[in-house]
């Protein structure tokens, strides 16, 4: 008879240093980025000993906090028997180096805890390599202080093991060896990314991608439209590998749906590098849905958030500059909300429940509306006996009209610009360009 062990849960601390007057301070609340920091946190298994916001008048090259609250806290931690404390703001190689030494027990950033996340959630073959040349990044500029918190007994990438197996040998050398390979290897699935998406295009499907902070309720709204089952959990960061699925829309166009990963207030700059390969999904679609959380109350800020990443990645060039002009918002969980609450002020929104499927419908309408204007609506005459060339109106455009005469037939079609351009390359036709 064998008796299984299981590892003691990881006891934790949760803090959060808020400077009175910033800029963060006056797009989210203190207890919002709390709570945000705790169910971070708690996605991963760890269970919350503590927690606090402490107040900063000035920031410590040393420690960050002051010495009476790193006392203060010191004291805490002890008190509730926690291992790791889980700084929610940028910490330097120093800072964390002094913090452990005086709170005696590992300390992470808000950047490595959402490394570790990433570390545990990634399963494709990409994914797996995204993360770890995120998690390389982020320790190269860290060699200065102790390697013990690069050693670990369980899997991911994480921050939070204790001695054990190690990861990463502290050399440098090593490590940009690795990151190296590491590029080259994510440049080998970009290509083949680059030729799927070549694939895709000779099949008339536009693609429609889901963009939103996380937890917004992508994957439940990507479930409720596609019929598939993506995983779909209340949990941050449940869903990090794109996933895509064909969706018909009321006029019969087919496209496709993109599931991306969510995004975060003060998303690491590691992360966003690494995971180049995933949002080329989001440059390439012709719909971006921006999906957010009606029902949450920091919904404004979240917003901020994914616009602001978006934003920069149009500066570095990731994604084309004009990126709004072919988005639109999606407000979710209408369903959390009060009847008296759901006339939203925003008209060019448009308010659904994934859950529900309340305005489902209307959400397909105008997916299929906003495609239709990018279309063109050209007439064409086509030989009677040309079956062929017929087919392939019907299956890549929308025959809006069709008039047959006893040697030609008569059609208006709305074609994609790339599908017009091919047509009349391919068949030798060319049309009339007619009014949408």
């Known amino acids: ?17 808020w400077e009175h007057g ?40 040393s420690t960050l ?11 805490a931690i002890a ?52 993360v770890e040349l995120a998690h390389l990044a982020y320790q190269r500029s860290r060699l200065v202080r102790s ?48 030729l799927h998406r070549t694939a895709r295009s000779k099949v008339p499907y536009p693609v429609v991608a889901l963009v939103g902070y ?20 209340d949990q941050l960061f449940a869903t990090l590998d794109p996933t895509m699925r064909l969706i018909v829309l009321p006029s019969g166009r087919h496209a496709i749906l993109s599931d991306t990963v969510g995004f975060i207030s003060d998303l690491p700059t590691e992360l966003v590098a690494a995971f180049r390969a995933t949002l080329e999904e989001v440059a390439a679609a012709d719909i971006l849905l921006h999906v957010r ?15 602001s990443v978006l934003d920069g990645m149009a500066e570095s060039g990731m994604i084309d500059a004009g990126w709004t002009s072919r988005s639109f918002e999606v407000l979710n969980k209408i369903d959390l909300l009060a009847p008296e609450l759901r006339d939203l002020p925003d008209t060019s929104a448009i308010a659904v429940s994934a859950l529900s499927g309340e305005n489902l419908q209307a959400l397909r309408g105008a997916i299929d509306a906003r495609l239709a204007g990018a279309m063109h609506l050209i007439h064409y005459a086509l030989p009677v006996a040309d079956g062929a060339t017929l087919a392939w109106l019907y299956r890549h455009g929308e025959v809006l009209a ?35």
């Open 65 to 75: 906090f002051g010495e009476g609250q790193v006392a203060r806290i010191g004291a």
């Open 1 to 17: 008879m064998s008796i299984e062990t299981q590892a003691a849960p990881i006891r934790a601390a949760i803090l959060l240093p």
């Open 22 to 61: 910033s800029r963060r301070d006056r797009l989210r609340e203190a207890e919002a980025r709390l709570a945000e920091a705790i169910g971070l946190a708690a996605s991963i298994g760890l269970v919350i000993a503590y927690q606090d916001t402490l107040q900063i008048r000035a920031l410590r090259p």
């Open 293 to 307: 959380d009606a029902a949450h109350p920091d919904s404004s800020a979240q917003r901020a958030d994914v616009v």
């Open 79 to 130: 008190e509730a028997e926690v291992t790791v404390a889980v700084v929610d703001s940028a910490l330097s190689p120093v800072q964390q180096r002094n913090l452990e030494r005086a709170w005696n027990c590992k300390v992470i950033d808000r950047t490595g805890l959402i490394l570790d996340i990433f570390g545990e959630r990634a399963r494709t073959a990409e994914g797996v390599l995204q």
């Open 214 to 233: 996380t937890n917004a309720g992508k994957s439940t709204l990507f479930n409720a439209l596609t019929g598939a089952a993506v995983q779909a959990e």
């Open 402 to 436: 069709r008039e047959d005469f006893e040697a030609e037939i008569k059609v208006a079609v709305r074609l994609r610009p790339e599908d017009r351009a091919r047509f009349e390359r391919d068949f030798s036709l060319s049309g009339e360009a007619g009014v949408t």
């Open 147 to 194: 390697w013990t918190h690069l050693e670990r007994q369980r899997g991911g990438f994480g921050f939070l093991g204790g001695p054990g197996e190690t990861q990463i040998e502290a050399d440098r050398r090593l490590i940009t060896d690795r990151i190296s390979r590491l590029k080259r290897e994510l440049e080998d699935v970009r290509r083949t990314r680059a």
